[in-house]
Antibody
Framework: QLQLQESGPGLVKPSETLSLTCTVS??????????WGWIRQPPGKGLEWIGS???????YYNPSLKSRVTISVDTSKNQFSLKLSSVTAADTAVYYC?????????WGQGTLVTVSS | EIVLTQSPGTLSLSPGERATLSCRAS???????LAWYQQKPGQAPRLLIY???SRATGIPDRFSGSGSGTDFTLTISRLEPEDFAVYYC???????????FGGGTKVEIK
């Protein structure tokens, strides 16, 4: 059974860079034709796709966040990571990592990241 | 850019009643790439329906999806207590790859 687990700081200061890692277990991140993505959900609000990385390494980002987002993969550790720069309070959200192609079939449990000084 | 609009925002119903949730796209989308998720408080969303009308593994048959083009519907035939949750539709765009979510419909106990 595939499992995804987010990790990283729960508190980030305004203007700094948010960094999260998703560790995949129960399957190889590079062995299948899937995207590995990040989705976020501000408290009490809906879901927003941040971006994804294909198993080959190609990246795709939400145009609204593209200038601040970097997603990378470390196949040796079976992990992929998110970096979101110049954060503000509006970036406070639960951040989920997920596996998808046209639909998301596996989700991490989510991690709350609060942007505050 | 495709926008998904879900209605109503909140649906107040009693157990045993039928729930009909709407997802309208700003332009035609492929039925193959339209999905529905259920989210309960404190949990990650769970895939219910993919390809507009196919139930995901383990999803009860009281959940059904339909629609095409710009109008899609999720129907829960008889609400069970565990069905009270928020439901999201999602569309996949392939060129370039992108996921788009609707704003969600909350199904609450009346």
């Amino acid at each position: 059974q595939l499992q995804l687990q987010e990790s990283g700081p729960g508190l980030v200061k305004p203007s700094e860079t948010l960094s999260l890692t998703c560790t995949v277990s129960g399957g190889s991140i590079s062995s299948s034709s899937y995207y590995w993505g990040w989705i976020r959900q501000p408290p009490g609000k809906g879901l927003e796709w941040i971006g994804s990385i294909y198993y080959s390494g190609s990246t795709y980002y939400n145009p609204s966040l593209k200038s601040r987002v970097t997603i990378s993969v470390d196949t040796s550790k079976n992990q992929f990571s998110l970096k979101l720069s110049s954060v503000t309070a509006a970036d406070t959200a639960v951040y989920y990592c997920a596996r998808h192609w046209s639909t998301i079939d596996y989700w991490g449990q989510g991690t709350l990241v609060t942007v505050s000084s | 850019e495709i926008v998904l609009t879900q209605s109503p925002g909140t649906l107040s119903l009693s157990p045993g009643e039928r729930a009909t949730l709407s997802c309208r796209a700003s332009q035609s989308v492929s039925s193959s790439y339209l999905a529905w998720y259920q989210q309960k408080p404190g949990q990650a969303p769970r895939l219910l329906i993919y390809g507009a009308s196919s139930r995901a593994t383990g999803i009860p048959d009281r959940f059904s999806g339909s629609g095409s083009g710009t109008d899609f519907t999720l129907t829960i035939s008889r609400l069970e207590p565990e069905d009270f949750a928020v439901y999201y539709c999602q569309q996949y765009g392939s060129s370039p790859p992108k996921l788009t979510f609707g704003g969600g419909t909350k199904v609450e106990i009346k």
